[in-house]
């Protein structure tokens, strides 16, 4: 009886081989981004264009690639498009993004926080706590300003429209531009290193800001028209943190909000 049940397991597991051969053509063009000849289209996918073309006649006919009848080039055909806008419109960023950020706490074993933007800035919305014990003072509701003064403010204020963070800064760098304390001490100049930082590794970083022994890295993630939805932000004790840019919390923070903008139908990166 356990071997039927066994086995009934592995048939509900099988696939149509042809299926899978057939939407390696789908896969190519989405790669590609751009309608493709059939040679080209056929070695993108690791076929002989003699096997491709039947499958191709195939889509043709549900919708799913249609072919230019001047160029004679294959591209993605309307219930491709059909199919992708309702997939987007069930998508549910917050909850693609509890998912990645829960399994990313329990690799690096630190907190993992979500931040959207709202009101008031950049505001956590979900935090998941690793296994060890980690006593940040930040909780749902939490809202990441001054803009500068952390990881997570610092994605929005690079990655987000001037037209929405260039008042705030404005503001932020008039308030603290003369502060007793250095840490808090704010200018242009400031504000210019922060964002080309921000740009250039595709992350943020703060280093003990805002939380003194806490560091943190932010990584943005984008929705399927390339703005930034969300970010996700690792932080944990200073001595149990690597701060380097290219050390495997930094390259875990970042995979994590890869995979989460590829989950929204993102291209970015």
Same mark, same amino acid.
């Given at each position: ?10 048939? $509900? ?54 072919? $230019? *009848? ?7 055909? #309307? ?21 990645? =950020?829960?399994?990313?706490? $329990? ?14 800035? #950049? ?68 504000? $210019? ?43 944990? *004790? ?29 291209? =970015?990166?």
């Amino acid at each position: 009886m356990e071997e039927e049940r066994n086995g009934s397991r592995g048939a $509900d597991r099988r696939g149509i081989q042809s299926i899978e051969v057939g939407g390696a053509l789908l896969q190519a063009l989405v790669r590609q981004g751009a309608p493709m000849m059939l040679k080209d289209l056929a070695r993108e996918a690791g076929m002989p264009p003699a096997k491709a073309h039947p499958y191709l006649v195939s889509f043709g006919k549900l919708g799913l690639i249609e072919q $230019d *009848p001047l160029t004679g080039r294959y591209g993605l055909g #309307p219930f491709s498009l059909q199919m992708g806008l309702t997939a987007l419109h069930g998508l549910d960023p917050l909850k693609a993004a509890t998912i990645e =950020a829960a399994g990313l706490a $329990d690799e690096i074993e630190l907190n993992v926080a979500i931040a959207v933007w709202g009101n008031h800035g #950049p505001t956590i919305v979900r935090i998941e706590e690793s296994s060890k014990q980690i006593h940040v003072n930040m909780r749902p509701g939490t809202v990441m300003t001054p803009l500068l003064l952390s990881a997570t403010g610092r994605v929005f204020a690079a990655l987000l429209p001037a037209r929405i963070t260039r008042p705030i800064l404005e503001k932020e760098v008039a308030q603290f531009a003369a502060s007793p304390q250095a840490a808090l001490r704010l200018s242009r100049r400031h504000v $210019d290193e922060i964002v080309a930082e921000v740009r250039q590794h595709g992350m943020a970083r703060a280093v003990g800001n805002p939380i003194p022994g806490i560091n943190a890295f932010s990584a943005p993630v984008f929705d399927s028209s390339g703005n930034l939805a969300l970010a996700i932000t690792a932080m944990g *004790p200073a001595d149990a943190f690597d701060p380097s840019w290219e050390g495997e919390t930094a390259h875990k923070v970042r995979a994590c909000a890869a995979a989460v903008s590829q989950r929204l139908g993102s291209r =970015a990166g």
